[in-house]
């Protein structure tokens, strides 16, 4: 993946609160639940210890992405992120199966997500009484473990990165959750306003779930390409997503786009390219305060990323650079 270079209006404080309704916690248990999320998803789950964690994929059996996964290692089950409202779904989708397996997995409702960004971000959860038995943020990423504090009861927290930013996700209660934002706001953390975040992500070309992530695509076309275990046995999909890497058949590719002018296009534009009047589309759109609009799109591989390109909004034609790519496999 190219590195696009951050603009100054898109800096962020040391440690900040990224707003929304956070993500849909599960849990998987069984004396089959590792063996069985390492073989039914794409990537790597055996082998990982307690306290670690990574990035899988949910696909179907066409290799189209159903879900974007993090799954954390614990000692007695594992701990299943998903995307805000996809819990349930996921949960049916992999029970499915678990035809002779010792494996459950449900959704816990009772819990609630936060995300803590930026380098200071233990520093800002110390200061409200949040206790780490080890800093997280200088240990690999998704590593994860318990955390204390008298006001807001057992907690837990992950080392994660969201909007191209490091930082912790924290599961508590939901009653929990919402004390500890209002007791970081009013330590001075600043929570990101929805449209700064979302021009944030569309910058660090992370894919949404409803946006870029949807099961008409291939994760080599919206930037999921390093979730996929390319060593390991089957898994759902695997058919699909290994013809695709041996013969090198790959189409579309998720890529950033710089508007040239200030009128924003919607998701779902068309994108024209010189020699390729059907290149591509828009996917999210996003804008920083006071610049020109950004957006990602799917985009054929043929348009080279520096090219120009024209986005069909309603009747207008606007134009915007490729300013950086998602490479399919994620190198």
Request: with cysteine.
């Amino acid at each position: 993946m190219s590195d696009p270079s951050p603009s100054p209006t898109c800096l962020t404080p040391s440690a900040f609160l990224l707003g929304g309704p956070g993500h849909d916690v599960l849990r998987a248990t069984g004396n089959d639940r590792v063996g069985f999320l390492h073989r039914i998803t794409s990537g790597t789950v055996a082998g990982l210890d307690p306290g670690q964690g990574g990035r899988t994929l949910l696909l179907d059996v066409r290799g189209r992405v159903l879900a974007s996964l993090l799954v954390f290692v614990r000692g007695k089950s594992v701990r299943v992120i998903a995307a805000s409202g996809q819990g349930a779904e996921v949960a049916a989708g992999l029970s499915k199966f678990a035809i002779m397996d010792d494996f459950q997995i449900a959704p816990e409702p009772e819990l609630a997500t936060l995300a803590v960004l930026g380098p200071q971000a233990e520093v800002a959860l110390a200061k409200v009484g949040v206790s780490l038995p080890a800093p997280l943020l200088a240990a690999p990423l998704y590593s994860h473990s318990e955390a204390s504090s008298d006001a807001f009861g057992s907690l837990w927290l992950a080392h994660g990165r969201a909007c191209g930013v490091d930082g912790l996700c924290v599961v508590a209660s939901r009653p929990a959750r919402e004390g500890l934002a209002k007791a970081l706001v009013e330590s001075g953390i600043v929570q990101l306003g929805a449209e700064a975040a979302e021009a944030m992500r569309i910058q660090a070309l992370e894919p949404k779930p409803g946006q870029e992530i949807t099961p008409d695509r291939f994760p080599v076309e919206i930037g999921l390409g390093a979730a996929i275990d390319h060593g390991k046995g089957c898994y759902v999909g695997q058919e699909t997503i290994v013809r695709m890497r041996d013969r090198g058949i790959i189409r579309k590719r998720l890529v950033l786009l710089r508007l040239t002018d200030t009128q924003a296009p919607s998701p779902t534009d068309k994108i024209a390219a010189p020699d390729q009047s059907a290149a591509g589309q828009v996917t999210s759109v996003g804008c920083f305060p006071g610049e020109r609009p950004v957006a990602l799109a799917v985009l054929a591989t043929a348009v080279p990323l520096g090219a120009t390109v024209q986005v069909q909004h309603g009747e207008a034609r606007l134009s915007a650079d490729v300013a950086a790519e998602s490479l399919p496999w994620g190198v």
